[in-house]
């Protein structure tokens, strides 16, 4: 039962509200019945429990409706509502600092003393922790937190995840433009951050390089992110160390051509070398003689030997001196004996073959003396040239019955003489020349009413033969009478 002054609920067995102290009197116990005879002095202040004064608006209330308000269920009610946005407050006013440090990524090429930096910045793994601990500004976004971070306790790579799964998503039509809009931007910015790799070459272990990292102040802001490290600082650590190699311990030199005119071929036959480096002669490649000194240069693809190959080459040109090749020979010295005696024996067999066929009987050969010969060498390349002559200069004395003897000068000329590599000396003795006496040379005589061809003294020999080509041949005189 219930008050009727003030709606209290009242147990049974109490004679009195525990809320206003008004009497539980009346019919069946029903408070407000009839009223029974009471003592004036029972409503006394002395004989009625003191409560407190009865407040109008209680009346407010809806009275036998059962419901009891509880005020510390209000205070705790008040009290959350202030922490939740209070905290609510915080988180935003609190924004999560990312380290552009940890995502700088570099990656070496090269060995020891001789390597290379690539620097960049890891826009995949950055987008990651900018959707993880950045604000959502969407219900797609918060999803992608969502899975990033169950993907990270379930311990997934989560840039993997990113690319296979949510982006993926993305792209197969499952998300809206405007869904994915947030997530666009904010990989749009995290692309304007720019990362100044201006590193110098021939890197070793242990060099410190400072990387600048260019990115506004406020960038990210709106995703409720705090951008650090302007300035990276990386120690270079993991480069191998190189394999020294000489590249000319594999390379051959041969030679084409003849000496003065020879053109050196040059071989690279290391394998490992191959595509990478190429070679070539730096003199006057086609005029090179046996003695000469030339370079053979190596042009290198030095960055892809290291890189690839992990090769560095110790030189790149070397000094080589022309030997074992064909020559002209520039000098009579330079012809074997047996080699001289073979031209002397061809000559004289020559001449005695034409004294017999063009003499007359009565004239006889008393000597055939090889003095001496003058050997001239070409003084410029022209391979339409002869390059070398020696001439065998004679000293012929003839007689002819009843007459005195008298002797004169005879040549027998040889172009072309080589020394090959091998070291032999080499002429065709079947390429010669001899003086001819006819209308239109000077190079004979006569005497005892008969034609002589040859000349009556060494001078007028050696004016025709060696004077008359001063301009284009060096010589030697090694006549002796």
């Known amino acids: 039962m219930f008050c009727t002054v003030c709606g209290n609920k009242i147990l049974d067995g109490e004679k009195f509200c525990g809320k206003c102290g008004t009497p539980v009197t009346g019919k069946d116990g029903i408070v407000g019945g009839e009223a029974k005879q009471s003592n004036v002095a029972d409503n006394q202040p002395w004989n009625v429990k003191f409560e407190e004064p009865y407040n109008d ?16 269920l209000i205070g705790i009610l008040v009290a959350t509502v202030i922490l939740s946005a209070g905290l609510i407050t915080f988180i935003n ?11 700088v990524v570099v990656e070496y090429e090269g060995c020891n003393h001789y390597g290379n930096a690539d620097i960049r910045l890891d826009g995949d793994a950055l987008l990651v922790d900018a959707i993880m601990y950045g604000k959502a500004h969407n219900k797609e976004m918060r999803t992608w937190k969502k899975e990033l971070k169950e993907a990270e306790k379930e311990g997934k790579d989560t840039k993997d995840y990113l690319s296979t799964v949510l ?29 100044k790799s201006d590193v110098k070459d021939q890197l070793s272990n242990g060099d410190k390089i400072e990387i600048p990292v260019i990115f506004e102040k406020d960038l990210l802001k709106d995703y409720n992110l705090e951008l650090a490290g302007e300035t990276v600082t990386i120690e270079v650590a993991g480069l ?28 690279n036959n290391n394998e490992e ?9 730096s003199a006057n490649n086609g005029n ?4 000469d000194k030339f370079n053979v240069v190596i042009e290198a693809d030095e960055e892809g030997l290291l890189e690839n190959k992990g090769i560095h080459l110790t030189a790149l040109s ?22 001289m005696e073979k031209m002397r024996s061809n000559a004289e067999d020559v001449f005695r073959a034409n004294a017999a066929s063009n003499w007359v009987k009565e004239v006889s050969i008393k000597d055939f003396k090889l003095i001496g010969n003058y050997m001239l060498k070409s003084k410029e390349f022209d391979t339409w040239n002869i390059q070398n002559q020696i001439y065998l200069v004679f ?18 000329k040889y172009n072309n003489i080589m020394l090959l590599q091998d070291g032999t000396c080499t002429v065709d003795v079947s390429d010669y020349s001899v003086p001819k006496y006819n209308w239109l040379s000077n190079e004979g005589f006569k005497k005892y009413d008969l034609s002589f061809s040859g000349y009556q003294d060494l001078e007028s020999l050696f004016n025709n033969c060696v004077t008359s080509q001063i301009d284009n041949y060096e010589y030697e005189n090694n006549v002796q009478e």
Do not use: W
């Open 93 to 103: 006013m609190h924004k999560h600092t990312i380290n552009l440090e940890d995502y």
């Open 57 to 72: 608006t209680e009346k407010q209330k809806k009275v036998g409706s059962g419901f009891k308000i509880n005020k510390g």
């Open 167 to 195: 982006l993926k998503r993305y792209r197969s039509g499952g998300l809206g433009s405007e869904d994915f809009e947030p997530i666009k931007e904010l990989g749009l910015e995290i692309k304007t951050i720019v990362i």
């Open 288 to 291: 090179i003689k046996l003695g």
């Open 318 to 339: 070397k000094e080589y001196v022309c030997e074992n090749a064909d020559a002209y020979i520039e000098s009579a010295s330079q012809i074997p004996d047996d080699i």
């Open 240 to 267: 191998p160390e190189a394999n020294e190699v000489d590249p000319f311990e594999k390379i051959s030199v041969e030679y084409q051509g003849t000496s003065p005119y020879l053109t050196a071929v040059v071989t």
């Open 273 to 281: 070398l191959s595509g990478y480096i190429k070679v070539s002669v």
């Open 395 to 412: 000293k012929v004395t003839v007689k002819k019955e009843g007459e005195k003897k008298f002797s004169y000068y005879y040549y027998t």
